[in-house]
C-alpha cells in the first residue's frame, strides 16, 4: 500500500483568507473583502481589479447580497442549526490542520551549503535523459514491416521522411498512423526494451534496417532528431532542491509525530 503522507506543497499556499487585507465595500462594518470577490469570481486567473467597470459594480454587487443574507442567517439562529455545527466543526480542523502545516514549514530552513550537499549525493537525479524524435510504424508480421522498409529504401534522402509518414498513415495499425506515426520526442527508457534498443542503434535522420518485434507487432522506426542528454546545474535545480529537502524533512516530522500521537490515541477502524 502506498504510504499516505501530508502534502507540504498544499500547506505552503494557505488559504489568503488569514490575511485578507484589501475590501471594496462594507457591509453594516464588515468588510467585502478580495476573498469574498473570488468566491464568487471561482477562477483564480481572473484578476477582479483589471475587469470593466460594469462587470466589477455586478460582482460587487453579489458579494455585498452574499453578506446580507449570510448576517440574516446568523441573526436567525443558523448557528445553533446541526448541520451549521457539523460543518463548522469540521472547518475548524481543516483550518487547524493548515495553520499548523504552514507554521512547521516556515520553521524549516536549509543553507545553500546543505543544498549543495544534497545536490553532490544525488546528482542522478538532476539528469535530462537523451531524448528522441521519432516516428514509427506497427504492423502484424514481419513480412508486412520487410516490405516497408524496402519501400523506404527507394526513397531519395530528402524526401525519406514525408515517404515514411505516408506509409504510416496507409500501413500503420497503430493509432498514430494519422499522424504519420509520429511518437513525439520521449526518452528511450519510456518505450518497452526492444524498441529502446532499437532507436538507440538509430542515427538521426535513419530508420530502421530489419523491424523490430514488440508484444504489439513488428515496428519500422524513423529518428528524425536526438537530443543530448544533460546534467542539470546546481543553480538551476537549487529551488527544487530546496522545496525536495523541506518536503522530506515534514514528512519525517509528521511520521515522528502521528507515530507518537497513536500511542495515546482510542482509534477504532471498522
Known amino acids: 500500500m502506498k504510504k499516505i503522507v501530508m502534502s507540504f ?8 483568507t488569514l490575511n485578507a487585507a ?76 493548515q495553520v499548523w502545516q504552514k507554521k512547521e514549514i516556515d520553521k524549516i530552513k536549509f543553507s545553500d551549503t546543505e543544498k549543495k550537499a544534497f545536490y553532490d549525493a544525488n546528482k542522478a537525479k538532476f539528469n535530462i535523459p537523451e531524448m528522441y524524435e521519432a516516428f514509427h510504424i506497427l504492423v502484424n508480421t514481419e513480412a508486412e514491416a520487410t516490405a516497408v522498409i524496402k519501400e523506404l529504401e527507394k526513397a531519395a534522402l530528402n524526401v525519406k521522411e514525408t515517404k515514411f509518414k505516408d506509409l504510416a498513415n496507409s500501413k500503420s495499425k497503430d493509432a498514430t498512423n494519422k499522424n504519420g506515426g509520429y511518437l513525439g520526442k520521449f526518452a528511450a527508457e519510456q518505450m518497452v526494451p526492444e524498441f529502446a534498443m532499437a532507436v538507440k542503434a538509430l542515427p538521426k535522420g535513419g530508420h530502421s534496417k530489419t523491424p523490430t518485434k514488440t508484444q ?40 515522528e509525530l502521528t507515530t507518537e500521537l497513536r500511542k495515546d490515541a482510542k482509534i477504532v477502524i471498522k
Do not use: C
Open 22 to 97: 484589501e475590501f471594496y465595500a462594507t457591509v453594516d462594518g464588515d468588510k467585502i473583502t478580495k476573498d469574498d470577490i473570488n468566491v464568487l469570481l471561482q477562477d483564480p486567473r481572473i484578476d477582479f481589479d483589471k475587469l470593466p467597470q460594469d462587470a466589477k459594480s455586478q460582482i460587487l454587487e453579489g458579494a455585498i447580497n452574499r453578506k446580507l443574507i449570510a448576517k440574516k442567517a446568523i441573526k436567525d439562529g443558523i448557528e445553533k442549526d446541526a448541520q451549521y455545527v457539523e460543518a463548522i466543526t469540521k472547518i475548524k480542523e481543516d483550518l487547524a490542520l
Open 216 to 255: 504489439f507487432g513488428y515496428h519500422v522506426i524513423f529518428v528524425k532528431d536526438v537530443f543530448p542528454g544533460k546534467q542539470l546545474s546546481f543553480d538551476e535545480v537549487k529551488e527544487n532542491i530546496n522545496q525536495a529537502m523541506i518536503g522530506e524533512k515534514f514528512n519525517k516530522k509528521v511520521d
Open 9 to 16: 506543497i498544499a500547506s505552503i499556499t494557505l488559504v489568503s
